[in-house]
């Protein structure tokens, strides 16, 4: 059963599948992407860590939470535009970084990048994806595009993807942090995504294929080179290129503190979209206290759940500068490649500026705490 099934209006499915307008919801896309899409890679794109609870409570914490709403505010121009560190954006949200677009679609990143760019939406790119940066970068040169690094065991490795991304124009270097070693994934087991299966990498040679290490956990402590490295990381990478570092995945204070501390200019609060610690909390109930730790001294963004434009306006609410969308994004190219992540960001434009309407917010910097109400009786 699809994350989003249930919430789907009823009535008669439109006719033509493949037209844009027969996708009312993310939901629609949801189920088209997993009719499409390889039932082995359909399980690694949907699901989470063990018993997934973490995956779960990401959507949940959103249905916890309350919205305030205000009325007879003239709200005949919305204005959702802002920045995401000095990017200028025409929404507070982004696509997060996941790995191996080419095996949801052909049109693979490149196809997430021109639908982002064209929607003027940020987005970040995995160091595992599909196609090489460069030809990201060459797809939707506009941008704004940032690179996900995932640490290589040679860190001269390390710094070839570095200096690749800002040669080809990526305005940030994002520095996952939650996937020391690999948790363990049930539903990706035992849907069969095998260690022969995993897909070719774009990024050729800097990458030691470090996914390779991903069949076993034996594997994997072998493989995987960011075991062994600490805060000082940060300090090293910045050392590389003027490029902000951003950190993804942080979920409490004392981490966010250390990463601004060493440097970081934003950090992500997020748990992987449920995919690692199972038991983390939920992103949305971690936001606060990261917002209060480092908030007035970073940028910080959130993603995990997002799924409408209330999660949205909740998250801001929160603290948050911007959220990520994850799966949402596949969904989109699952279904219909470039076009369907289009139809991703546009259903998502149109919810956010309804809860804008709906909350008497007229523009992104309009949001606030007062927005938010008391959390939902249970
Ligand atoms: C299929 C898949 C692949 C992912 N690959 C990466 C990755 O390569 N690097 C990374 O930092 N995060 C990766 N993530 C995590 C996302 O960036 C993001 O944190 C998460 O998907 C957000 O939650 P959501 O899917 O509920 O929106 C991946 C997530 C999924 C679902």
């Known amino acids: 059963m699809g994350e989003l099934s249930g919430s789907r209006g009823v009535g008669p499915r439109a006719p033509q599948e493949t037209s844009e307008e027969a996708f009312l919801s993310l939901g629609d896309l949801e189920e088209a992407a997993s009719r499409k899409v390889a039932p082995a890679f359909w399980n690694y794109v949907q699901g989470g860590a063990a ?185 090293r990478l910045r050392a590389l290129s003027d490029l902000p570092i951003v950190v993804k995945g942080i979920l409490t204070a004392d981490d966010a503190s250390r990463a601004v501390e060493h440097g970081a200019r934003a950090v992500i609060v997020s748990n992987h979209g449920g995919r690692q610690l199972d038991g983390a909390p939920a992103s949305l109930d971690a936001l606060p206290e990261v917002v209060a730790a480092v908030g007035s001294r970073a940028e910080v963004y959130l993603d995990g759940g997002v799924r409408r434009g209330s999660d949205i306006v909740m998250a801001l609410g929160l603290g948050a500068r911007a959220v990520g969308i994850g799966r949402p994004i596949l969904w989109g190219l699952g279904a219909e490649g470039e076009r369907g992540v289009r139809r991703v960001l546009s259903l998502l434009m149109t919810d956010l500026l309804t809860t804008m309407a709906l909350t008497g917010r007229r523009r992104i910097s309009e949001i606030d705490a007062s927005v938010l109400g008391p959390m939902r009786p249970t």
């Open 51 to 235: 018993e997934e609870i973490t995956l779960r409570d990401n959507r949940a914490a959103f249905h916890r939470r309350t919205l305030r709403p205000r009325v007879l505010v003239d709200v005949t121009e919305l204005d959702p535009t802002t920045t995401i560190l000095g990017n200028a954006v025409r929404a507070p949200y982004f696509v997060c970084p996941t790995a191996y677009h080419g095996s949801i679609h052909p049109d693979a990143e490149m196809g997430t990048a021109r639908a982002a760019s064209a929607a003027g939406i940020l987005a970040a790119f995995s160091t595992l994806s599909s196609a090489s940066l460069e030809e990201i970068a060459a797809a939707a040169p506009a941008g704004p595009r940032w690179f996900q690094l995932y640490l290589q065991p040679e860190f001269s490795a390390t710094r070839r993807l570095v200096e690749r991304a800002v040669g080809a124009g990526y305005s940030a270097i994002v520095l996952t942090v939650d996937l020391p070693v690999l948790a363990n994934r049930d539903r990706q087991a035992h849907g069969g995504f095998a260690l022969a299966a995993w897909p070719p990498l774009g990024n050729g040679a800097d990458i030691s294929a470090p996914a390779r290490g991903f069949g076993t956990l034996e594997d994997h402590f072998t493989l995987r080179p960011d075991t062994g490295v600490g805060w000082e990381i940060i300090d």
